[in-house]
């Protein structure tokens, strides 16, 4: 495992900001951390890096122990809004940050010039960042993290202030350190983004891992709507849907949904249905997006942060 | 000790490119102006008075501890605002957590800031001496004896300076440390007056208050003795001068120093341990 957590708690005084971080990432995974805000998301991500020390619980990244030095030379990490000393110019600060990860000379040049040419900045590269906007110091942000050629990336919210070439951007470069085997820890409030790029996904609520879901593979739940004509379904129709499939729901009168496995099973639900003399006006199933199931996992007690 | 050079290469980078260097040349020079259109003038009236060798030294080194005295205040005041939101600021602003990710120990983030901003600030205090001492000895041909005993100790003095000012950073919010960076060489310097009164009068109490203010916040106690330093012999003989009323004990430079020393080594436990 790239990453490995049991316990991890954080409080600050009587705040506790993270409950009990328990969770394992893979190597070459893309792996997203989702959650409401004040879930916990920023300070466990910060317990990982070792900017803010656990109150109790264990971890590992790389295999070595939170915040072991050697191990740091094969991270990267954007943080959520990136700042950096606005006088230096795009170039300047990837070299500095390169000189602090022991890269020197024309290698690191070399480097410097494919980063800023991969994240679309070159025409900036001799601009001081005060110059930039959101989305420049974004991007240059994440060329800074990637600068030592790393294992294992921690985006926090990588796309927060960009715009949607920007956000395309980001989104290919993930599938490149896919390619790579690079592992992403992708912190992010864009569910759709985190749909599309990442294997797996955990949702955070209190400081808690609270529910788990694998993206990679096609996602088996479908929520089924039938709209029927007359004679309207009774309750041992209802009764006997359940065979096919759960949560089977009277949304009105003629409208009935559930949650089945997948498309595969459908026909055999009309089947049944039209054995019965029942008519239908409409069969429509629904994937679940990402934000249904946030939704349903957060729970109505959840408000806006 | 490569990563605290880069560190304190950037911090130099950072101070020329939003001018700090320059306005601390330019405000460096004004001063500078101002002293030497005084000694100038002083001399030149003096010459024009026929007023005798003796007598024209003892006001030129006058003048030349006067200026000093500006110079110190001025050196240490550039040394407390200096470094005063490197630490704090960029914990605030989040800067320092890309810094803080990279494979170097926090103890380098702070050295290497402090490094930085010593090398401006002791370059600030050197310029305004040896402006000072060239102007008097151009001027008025008086080379003071006692100036190379004195600058490392003015030395010393900013460096305890801007230690407290890093250190506190390191715990604070700007503006707290700011307020208590200021507070700190503040009580330094009314313990300094206690002591010299005290020293003047005769009143053995005030002078031991001095002392215990000066053990407690040393920075002051550094300037009143290369002041003392800088005295002529028979000034200093005598107490002529308002510096020669109460000396610190050069014991005082190794408790200084060693502050310094425990100052910076909190500084980094205290940046270890904090939240970023």
Redesign the interface.
């Known amino acids: 495992m790239i990453i490995e957590t049991q316990g991890l708690r954080k409080q600050?005084g009587s705040t506790v900001a993270v409950a009990d971080l328990s969770l394992q990432v893979a190597e070459g995974e893309i792996f997203g951390f989702l959650g409401p805000n004040g879930a916990g998301k920023t300070t466990s991500i910060?317990m990982l890096?070792?900017?803010?020390?656990p109150t109790s619980g264990a971890g590992r990244v790389l295999g070595a122990p939170l915040g072991d030095?050697?191990a740091?030379?094969r991270?990267g990490?954007l943080?959520?809004?990136?700042?950096?000393?606005e006088?230096?110019t795009a170039t300047?600060l990837l070299r500095?940050?390169g000189?602090?990860?022991?890269l020197r000379g024309a290698s690191l040049d070399a480097r410097i010039d494919r980063l800023l040419a991969r994240v679309d900045l070159i025409d900036a590269a001799d601009r001081?960042l005060r110059g930039y906007s959101k989305g420049m110091l974004q991007r240059v942000?994440l060329a800074?993290a990637l600068l030592n050629e790393p294992r294992l990336v921690f985006l926090d919210e990588p796309t927060s202030g960009l715009d949607p070439l920007g956000r395309l951007l980001v989104r290919s470069i993930i599938d490149e350190l896919r390619t790579d085997g690079v592992t992403v820890f992708l912190n992010s409030h864009l569910l759709g983004e985190v749909e599309l790029t990442c294997d797996r996904a955990v949702f955070v609520k209190r400081g808690r891992v609270i529910e788990e879901l694998r993206l990679s593979a096609p996602r088996q739940l479908l929520d089924l709507e039938i709209r029927f004509g007359q004679p309207l379904p009774d309750a041992e129709v209802l009764n006997g849907l359940s065979r096919f499939g759960t949560d089977v729901t009277r949304r009105s009168a003629d409208v009935v949904t559930l949650r089945i496995q997948s498309e595969e099973g459908i026909p055999a639900i009309i089947a049944w249905l039209v054995e019965r003399g029942l008519q239908m006006y409409a069969v429509q199933p629904r994937r679940k997006s990402l934000e249904d199931v946030f939704l349903d996992v957060m729970g109505d007690d959840e408000r806006p942060g | 000790m490569r990563d605290i050079i880069t560190l304190a290469h950037l911090t130099l980078v950072e101070a020329r490119r939003r001018r700090i260097v320059f306005a601390g040349a330019a405000c460096a020079l004004a001063f500078l102006v101002v002293f030497s259109i005084a000694v100038v003038f002083a001399h030149r009236e003096m010459l024009a008075d026929r007023v005798s060798f003796v007598e024209r030294q003892g006001t030129l080194t006058a003048i030349t501890l006067v200026g000093f005295m500006a110079a110190n205040f001025l050196s240490v005041i550039f040394a407390i605002l200096l470094p005063i939101d490197t630490l704090s600021g960029e914990i605030d602003s989040g800067v320092v957590q890309t810094l803080a990710t990279k494979p170097i120990d926090r103890a380098q983030i702070v050295l290497g800031k402090w490094a930085g901003h010593l090398i401006l600030a002791l370059g600030y205090v050197l310029l305004l001496s040896a402006g000072i001492l060239l102007t008097i000895r151009v001027v008025g041909g008086l080379t003071v004896a006692g100036a190379p005993r004195a600058l490392p100790l003015l030395m010393l003095e900013i460096t305890l300076s801007l230690t407290v000012a890093v250190a506190g950073g390191a715990r604070f919010s700007t503006v707290t440390n700011a307020i208590a960076a200021v507070g700190f060489y503040g009580v330094s310097f009314i313990g300094g007056f206690v002591e010299q009164i005290g020293g003047f009068s005769g009143i053995t109490s005030m002078r031991t208050i001095g002392i215990i203010v000066s053990l407690i916040s040393p920075a002051d106690s550094m300037w009143r003795l290369a002041a003392h330093y800088m005295e002529p012999e028979i000034l200093r003989s005598t107490g002529a001068l308002a510096f020669g009323a109460s000396v610190p004990s050069p014991l005082m430079v190794w408790w200084a120093a060693g502050f310094t020393l425990l100052t910076l080594l909190y500084s980094i436990a205290a940046f270890r341990r904090r939240a970023l």
């Open positions: 600050f910060k890096l070792a900017l803010v020390e030095r050697a740091r030379t991270i990490f943080p959520e809004h990136f700042r950096f000393h006088s230096l300047e500095f940050h000189r602090l990860y022991g001081p942000g800074q």
